[in-house]
C-alpha cells in the first residue's frame, strides 16, 4: 500500500515568489492535515480537513498561505508570496476518521528554502 | 496547548534497553498519550499510545503512572535503526490535535 505522496520533495525560491506542494494522502483516509516544522522543533499544524472541509485553519496565516482539497482526497498548500522566514519542512499526514486518535501517517515532507 | 515535557536528548548503548520519559501534567482525563518518533530526513512514524493501561506492541512499551502525569515509553533493546527524535504527544479532543513539542533526540552508541 502506497504511503502519504508528497511533492516537491525539495523547492528552493527567492523571496516574494508564489509556491505549491502537493499532498496525496493514503487511500480511504478521510481526514488530511498540514504541518509546518521548523529546524529543531516538532511539527506544528497548520490545517486540517475532513473530507473537503477545513475544520481546524486556526494556525494557518491566511495572509499569505491557502490550502485546498477540492475533491475530498489530495490537497494543495500555497504560500503566495513566500518570506525568508517561510524556510522550512512542510508535512502532510492522513489518517482514516477523526473522533478516534488514530494513528496519523506521515509524507516525507517537502524542504522549502526562501532566498 | 497541551504540554509535555521531555529531555532534549538521551544516549543509549545498542542492545540495551531504554526508557525515554514524558511528564503532562496538565493532561486531563480523555486526553491519549502518543508516542511519534522521526528519523533524519523523514516524516514521523507512530509508536504506540495509550489512554490509562500500559500498552505493548512490537516496537516498544509505554508505562503510564497511575495518576497520568507522566509516561515513559520502553525500547526493550535499542538498535541503531532507533536513532530518532521521539515524540510525547497528548491527542485531545476529537483526537486528531496532536501538540508536538521538541521531542528527545536518542543516540544509539554501537
Known amino acids: 500500500e502506497a504511503g502519504v505522496v508528497q511533492s516537491p520533495r525539495y523547492k528552493i525560491i527567492e523571496k516574494k515568489q508564489p509556491v505549491a506542494f502537493w499532498c496525496n494522502p493514503i487511500?480511504?483516509?478521510?481526514?488530511l492535515y498540514w504541518y509546518l516544522q521548523n529546524l529543531g522543533q516538532g511539527p506544528e499544524l497548520l490545517i486540517r480537513?475532513?473530507?473537503?472541509?477545513?475544520?481546524?485553519d486556526s494556525q494557518l496565516p491566511k495572509d499569505r498561505f491557502s490550502a485546498e482539497r477540492l475533491k475530498g482526497v489530495d490537497s494543495t498548500l500555497k504560500i503566495q508570496p513566500a518570506e525568508l522566514g517561510d524556510s522550512a519542512v512542510y508535512l502532510c499526514?492522513?489518517?482514516?476518521?477523526?473522533?478516534?486518535?488514530?494513528?496519523?501517517?506521515f509524507g516525507p515532507g517537502t524542504r522549502l528554502t526562501v532566498l | 496547548d497541551a504540554k509535555t515535557t521531555q529531555p532534549n536528548s538521551m544516549e543509549s548503548n545498542e542492545e540495551e534497553p531504554v526508557h525515554l520519559p514524558c511528564n503532562h501534567s496538565?493532561?486531563?482525563?480523555?486526553?491519549?498519550i502518543h508516542w511519534y518518533r522521526q528519523l533524519p530526513s523523514q516524516g514521523p512514524e507512530y509508536v504506540i499510545h495509550?489512554?490509562?493501561s500500559n500498552v505493548n506492541n512490537r516496537m516498544a512499551s509505554l508505562a503510564i503512572a497511575e495518576d497520568r502525569k507522566s509516561s515513559t515509553l520502553i525500547l526493550h533493546r535499542a538498535t541503531l535503526r532507533d536513532a530518532a527524535v521521539y515524540y510525547c504527544?497528548?491527542?485531545?479532543?476529537?483526537?486528531?490535535?496532536?501538540?508536538f513539542g521538541t521531542g528527545t533526540s536518542l543516540t544509539v552508541i554501537p
Open positions: 499526514a492522513s489518517s482514516e476518521r477523526t473522533g478516534t486518535h488514530n494513528e496519523q501517517f
Open positions: 487511500s480511504g483516509h478521510n481526514t
Open positions: 480537513y475532513e473530507n473537503e472541509e477545513a475544520v481546524d
Open positions: 496538565t493532561i486531563s482525563g480523555t486526553d491519549y
Open positions: 495509550g489512554l490509562t
Open positions: 504527544i497528548l491527542s485531545i479532543g476529537t483526537g486528531n490535535q496532536f501538540y
